[in-house]
Nanobody, 123 residues
């Protein structure tokens, strides 16, 4: 059973940067597509970005394209989300997730989830 542990969230001001990390254990890292999703209060969980580890291919959601970058370190079994030029509307709980579907942005394709890490952006 794969386990995902996110870290790196916090409180920042608008325009600043944060890097989230997701440590993966209990599975074969190269067999997954790893994704980041976020959920703001009162809103549905939203796709942010994904990386297909074996194919080394990335997919970024339109709302964060140009500001957020997903990456993976195969040696450390860790996925990162570099978030630049943060805005108050980026405030949410950010979740790491694993899927066996290649480069999916669909919530229902992910069957393993981390506990989430809070990101708060003040104006």
């Amino acid at each position: 059973q794969v386990q995902l542990v996110e870290s790196g969230g916090g409180l920042v001001q608008a325009g600043e940067s944060l890097r989230l990390s997701c440590a993966v254990s209990g599975g074969t890292f190269s067999s997954y597509t790893m994704g980041w999703f976020r959920q703001a209060p009162g809103k549905e969980r939203e796709f942010v970005a994904a990386v297909w580890i074996a194919g080394r291919t990335k997919y970024t959601g339109d709302t964060v394209k140009g500001r957020f970058t997903i990456s993976a370190d195969n040696a450390k079994n860790t996925v990162y989300l570099q978030m630049n030029s943060l805005k108050p509307e980026d405030t949410a709980v950010y979740y790491c997730a694993a899927s066996f579907r290649a480069l999916s942005g669909k919530l229902e394709d992910y069957n393993s989830w981390g506990q989430g890490t809070q990101v708060t952006v003040s104006s």
